[in-house]
């Protein structure tokens, strides 16, 4: 069974400050995805990687994947209060249906 | 833009009786999901369809049914209600796998309460 973990679970940080979300998978896979919920609102996607050492930047955000290590990194640069959030991986197995981690909620403080 | 139509924002239903949600998209995806999401137990999938009247079992299919009967179409069945169902209910739809691999279009959720 695919398990997808994701630390820190909560996450407070000042703006302007970097951090980043770990997401760790269980088992081979080579589909990883990131979304963003804002509260009371659903998923949207941001990152989808595709295979190992793939890279991805939008903004402040960057994610990254390592297959070897099933090991994917989402980090924050510099951040601003509107990247508060909550921040979800999902891993894709063979037979195309995703298994997300918890979530990590990011809060950006003045 | 994909769109992803659930058709109630929220619902009160009390127990044992039969609920429908239904998910609507516009985009001809193939592919189709309900998953459930808890506070501190993430999203979890329920039920998914690849194609007009097939379905598979998610990770926590029990209690819950799912009808395909139309592609864009995508029903989600609690037969007898039950107070652990209270949750929020998020509709999914993607490409099919053998394109490239296509992130999921969610729906913007329902607050099933069950009383």
């Known amino acids: 069974e695919l398990k997808v973990e994701q630390n820190p679970l909560f996450l407070s940080m000042q703006e302007g400050k970097n951090y980043t979300i770990y997401c760790n998978y269980s088992t081979t896979s080579d589909r990883l995805y990131w979304y963003r919920q804002d509260p009371g609102k659903s998923l949207e996607s941001l990152f989808v990687?595709?295979?190992?050492?793939a890279v991805k930047q939008e903004g402040r955000l960057m994610a990254s994947l390592d297959t070897k290590a099933r090991l994917s990194t989402l980090h924050i640069t510099a951040a601003v209060h509107d990247l508060s959030a909550t921040y979800f991986c999902?891993?894709?197995?063979?037979?195309?249906?995703?298994?997300f981690g918890d979530g990590t909620t990011l809060t950006v403080k003045p | 833009d994909v769109k992803v139509t659930q058709s109630s924002r929220y619902l009160v239903k009390r127990t044992g009786e039969k609920v429908f949600l239904e998910c609507v998209q516009d985009?001809?995806?193939?592919?189709m999901f309900w998953y459930r999401q808890d506070p501190g137990l993430g999203l979890r999938l329920i039920y998914f369809?690849?194609?007009?009247?097939?379905?598979e079992k998610g990770d926590i299919p029990e209690g819950y049914s799912v009808s395909r009967e139309k592609k864009e179409r995508f029903s989600l069945i609690l037969e007898s209600a039950s107070t652990n169902q209270t949750s929020m209910y998020l509709c999914?739809?993607?490409?099919?796998?053998?394109?490239?691999?296509?992130?999921?279009?969610f729906g913007s959720g329902t607050q099933l309460s069950v009383l």
């Open positions: 999902a891993v894709d197995t063979n037979a195309g249906k995703s298994t």
């Open positions: 990687l595709l295979s190992n050492g």
């Open positions: 985009m001809d995806h193939e592919n």
């Open positions: 999914a739809s993607s490409l099919k796998l053998r394109r490239p691999p296509e992130k999921l279009f």
């Open positions: 369809s690849y194609d007009v009247k097939m379905k």
